[in-house]
C-alpha cells in the first residue's frame, strides 16, 4: 500500500501538468503528459478519459474512443463515460452504435438528460435516414435551410423588429407552416462562441415568431428565455450534418450576413460537405450607390463582402427590379462575363392582414404620444442622413411660417437613431417653435405602428434611396395615403396609390405637403384612390413566391469560381480588412484564398490561423501553369515563439519537402518560394502545430498572415515591390545587397511529402 501511495505522488505532477495544458487547450503536449502518468497508474479511468478528450480535441477520435474504452473496464457503470463513447462514435458516423452507447447511459443513471437528449435528437435522424433510404427511387428531397442568425442577433438587441427582420419572420413562418411539403425546411443559425452550426428547432423559432410580433403582454424576460434556449440548444453541427445527409440542400439567408466572421468560409465548408446551394436575398447595395449616408467602416466592409459574394452565390433574390438592376450592375463592373442569377420577389405584403391576428389598433394606444386630439403626419424611418429628415424639417418649418401652429398637424418621426443624423438633429434644436410640432419616437409595438399609420391624416417617406420601401407598404396596408419621394425603387413600392413629389426638392414637397393637409376634401380623394389601387398581397402568397423561386435556383458557384477564380499575378494580396471604397476582384481574395475554418476573422494587418493546418488555395492562370514562379509569404510571429511547417501542394501533393522555420515572437518573417506546377491547383498548407493563446479570454491562435505574392521568376518589377513595400524587408536591402529571404526552390516531381 505504501507503495502504491509513493507511486502515485510521484507521478501527480505528470497529472497536473496534463490538466494545466489541457485547461489551456494544448491538447497534444497534455495527452503526452496524461500517457506518462497512466504509464504510472494505469488503474485511474478518470484520467484515461482526460487522455481520451484530449486525443478528441486534437482530431484523433479514435484514438480518444480507444482510451475511453480502457476507463469503462474500471468503469463499466458511469453513465458519463458512455455518453462520451457515443459522442465519439457519433463524431466517426457510428450512429447506431452512438445510439446504443446513450441508451446505455441513461441505463446507468435514468436522470442523465444529455443522453436523453441525444438518444432523441439521433432517433429522428435515422428515422428520417431510414426513410430517405427506403425511397431510392425517387431523387433526392430539396430542403430549404434558412438560417436566422442575423435575425437572432438582432433580437438580442433591439425587442420590435425592423423591415428586413419582418420579411424573414414572415416567409420563414409560412414556411413553415404553409409550404413545409414542397420546401422541408431547416432552421439554423451560427453560433459564434461554438464556432458551429446550430440547427434552431422548429417551437424555438415559432416562438422567437410570437415574441417579435406581440405587443406589450410579452415580458422582456420570455424573450431573454427563448435566446437562452437558442444558447444552451443541444442540437449541435454533428446532428446537423445527420439531417442533412442524404437531402438536396439550399441555404437561405434573408437577413444580413458580412458583419459575420469567415461567413463565406463557412458557406465553402457546407458547400464541400454536403453539396449544398447558397441562395442570400439581397436588400440593398446602399454602401456602393449612396456611399456618403453611410459610415466608413461599412462601406469598407460591405465592399469586401460584396466582392466575395459575387463569386459565392449560386443564385440570389432581392426585393425590387431596382435592386436587382443595380446588384447586376456591380457584378458586371466586377466581372463582365460572369452571370449573376438574381430574381426580384415584391415585398407587397398587406401588413394589416398580417396584424390582424394579435394588434387590435386603438386612438388609447398612442396617447401618450400625442397632446389630445392633435392630428398628425407619420414619417417611418431610421433617424439617418439617407432617410433625408432635413428637408422634411425644411418644409415644415416654412409651412408654420405661413400658416401657423393651429394649422399645422404634428410630424411624427419613428425610428432607431441612425448614422449621420446631427445636422437634422441641430436643425430641430436650434428652432424652438418647430420642435413642438415635430415628434421623435425611437420604438413602438406592433398595435402602437397599427394605430400611428390608422389614425394620421397621410405618411411621408423621403428617402434618398431604398432597396424596396416598406413603410409604403405598410402605409397602404392601413389605408392610408402615403406621400413619397420619386426615385429607386420606392415607385415599385408605391405603384399608382402613392403621391410623389420630386426627389430633394424642397419646393415641391412643400407644394405637396399643403395641398394634402389643407384641403380635406383632395386628401379624402386621393386616399380613396389610394385604396383603391393598392396591390398588396397576402404574406403567405409572398412567401410562396420567394419558396418557388429559391427551390428554382440550380448551383453555379463551383462553375462561376472554376471559371473565373484566379490568383493575381504580380500583385500582393493582403489577408486583412481592406480600406478601399469600391468593389473589385482583389478585394475578394482574403476571403476567397483562404480555404477551409481553420483561420480566425480578418483584422487591420491581416489574418491569424488557427493552431493545427490552415490551407490557402492559388488556382493558377493559364499564364502560370507549367511556368516558373516565385511564391511570397510574409507571416506574423505570436507572443511566443512558434515552430511551423510550410508545404507547397499540387493536387494534394507536396512539390518538395516541407519546409519548417521557427517564428520568433512578434516577428514578422517573409519566405519565397521557386517553383513550378504542371496544373492548376496549386496550395499552400502552414501548420502551427498547438499554436497558442493571444491572453486570458482570447483565442488560440497558429500564427499570423500578412500578405502573399504569386509572380513569374522572371517579374522582377512584382519583386521589387514587394520586398520594398514591407520595413523589416527594406531595412535588409538597405544593410545587404538583397533581401535575405529564406528561399525554397520546390519543382514538380518530387516525392509526395
Known sequence: MAGSESLAEAAAPLRAKGDRLRDSKRWAEAAVSYASYLDEIPDDWPIWVQHGHCLKEQGDTKGGLASYHRALELAPADSDLHLQIGHALKLLGHTDEALAAYRQALFCDAGNENARREIEALEIALTSAEAEHTSKAQSRATRLMFDISDLVQYMREWRVPSGIQRIQLNIIYFTLTDFATAAKPLIVCFHQGRNEWIQVDETCFLALHKAAESGDEILEEDLLHILRELDNADLREEYLDLELRGSDVILVNLGTSWWVENYFLKIRDLRKKHGIRYVPMIHDVIPLTTPEHCSQRLVEEFCQWFSTLAFEVDGAVTNSHWSALDVRHYVSELMPEAVFPIQPIALNGDMRRDFSTRAVSSKDIIAHLLPPGASFVLSVGTLESRKNHLLLFKAWERLLEKHGAAELPILVCLGKAGWLFDEAAEFLRARTALSTRVILVSNVTDQCLAALYEEGLFTIFNSFYEGWGLPVTESLSFGALPLIACNTSLTEAGGRSAVYFRSDDLDDLYGKLEALILNPHERKRLTGHARANARLRDWKDVSGDFVAKILSVTASADTRQ????????????????????????????????????????????????????????????????????????????????????????????????????????????????????????????????????????????????????????????????????????????????????????????????
Open 562 to 753: 472554376e471559371r473565373l477564380l484566379r490568383v493575381p499575378m504580380g500583385r500582393s494580396v493582403h489577408f486583412g480588412k481592406s480600406n478601399a471604397l469600391t468593389p473589385s476582384i482583389d478585394l475578394a481574395m482574403a476571403n476567397l484564398l483562404r480555404d477551409g475554418l481553420n483561420w480566425h476573422r480578418l483584422e487591420e494587418w491581416g489574418t491569424w490561423t488557427t493552431p493545427g493546418i490552415a490551407t490557402i488555395r492559388l488556382p493558377l492562370p493559364d499564364e502560370a501553369i507549367g511556368q516558373e514562379l516565385m511564391l511570397f509569404l510574409r507571416l506574423r510571429g505570436t507572443a511566443v515563439d512558434t515552430s511551423i511547417t510550410v508545404s507547397c501542394r499540387v493536387d494534394d501533393h507536396c512539390l518538395g519537402s516541407p519546409i519548417e522555420r521557427m517564428m520568433g515572437h512578434g516577428e514578422r518573417h517573409s519566405m519565397v518560394f521557386r517553383l513550378q506546377a504542371a496544373t492548376r491547383q496549386l496550395s499552400v498548407t502552414i501548420d502551427a502545430g498547438m499554436g497558442s493563446s493571444l491572453g486570458p479570454g482570447d483565442r488560440d491562435v497558429g500564427i499570423g498572415v500578412t500578405h502573399l505574392m504569386l509572380c513569374h521568376a522572371n517579374d522582377t518589377a512584382a519583386q521589387d515591390h514587394f520586398l520594398n513595400n514591407f520595413p523589416e524587408l527594406r531595412q535588409e536591402i538597405g544593410h545587404r545587397a538583397h533581401a535575405t529571404l529564406q528561399r525554397t526552390d520546390v519543382k514538380l516531381g518530387h516525392p509526395p511529402c
